[in-house]
């Protein structure tokens, strides 16, 4: 079958399963062989030191701040000499950014899209420039997977179910309606849009769990809040809230707290990520449940940098190993959380 007669979605998610299949194995010889050792070319510095062009995406949740942080500390671990751009959730400024990378002729470019669509002029100019582009955190949308060497995240679509799985769980044997309000990451976003599909994937064997309403909260704290107090004044009944992250949870939690309920007892509240904001709120009672999401992908990126610019193999696919956290595991594990 051809890719290309597939709904964009299901075509992304069905090359990014091909190739994930294909490399799996060499996956994790990739993720722990320490192979930052690997010499580099050297591009625009003229020495022997790889430069690299990071796009981020902004600084707009706790995830963000811990991402930006790993790349930076893992950068200068590994003797890269990084340049940093913050688009601050534009798309537009990150292309910009890509096109000033390609200008200063660095080793390599890597980003983190903010939107699915709308890369492949961009990431061809890259690739006619010799400029090696990879992919972090999140996916783009696009048949022609040449445009990048490697994508190195996590499986949305697996944290999406998770939540609605556990959600199955909570509910199992009860047949009154459960009204769940979501609030979906930033439009577009592969996070927003894979989230949701699993979610909704998960929970379709219980007809009784409805999604009442959903809406875009940014994955910011203030957006979360916002749609909250929108959803509790429209809203007859809420009995849960899915957030697409943790730093919309714990705006939703704002509004829920000011409107006279308890988050996590008359509202349960579900989320991804599980950053110490997050954690600390779940290990109080006040979220009921976290899929985590990894946002620690420095060191594993300053490595696949090296090994693509020294023109050694590297998987298409590298995926981050996550887990979810209940009430009890947060308290245990919030001593030694990292971010
Ligand atoms: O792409 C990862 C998502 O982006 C995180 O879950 C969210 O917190 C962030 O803004």
Redesign the pocket.
Known sequence: MSTTTLPSSTRRRFLARAATAAVLATALAACGSGGGSAPAAGGSGGGDKLTMGFAQ??A?????TA?TKSIQESAAKAGVDLKFSDAQQKQENQIKAIRSYIQQKVDIIAF?PVVETGWDAVLLEAKRANIPVILT??AIDSPDTSLYKTFL??D?TVEGKKAGEWLVQKYQGKTDPVAIVELQ??TG???AIDRKEGFAEATKVAPNLKVVASQTGD?TRSGGKQVMEAFLKSQPKIDVVYA????MALGAIEAIEAAGKVPGKDITIIS??A?KDGMTALAAGKINYIVE?N?LLGPQLMDLAKKVKAGQEVPKRVLTEETTFDQAKAAEALPSRQY
């Open positions: 995406v902004g707009e949740s706790g995830w963000r991402n983190s955190d999140r995240g996590s949305f990451g930033t976003a592969a996070p994955f697409h992250n943790d730093d991804v990520d950053v999401c946002p």
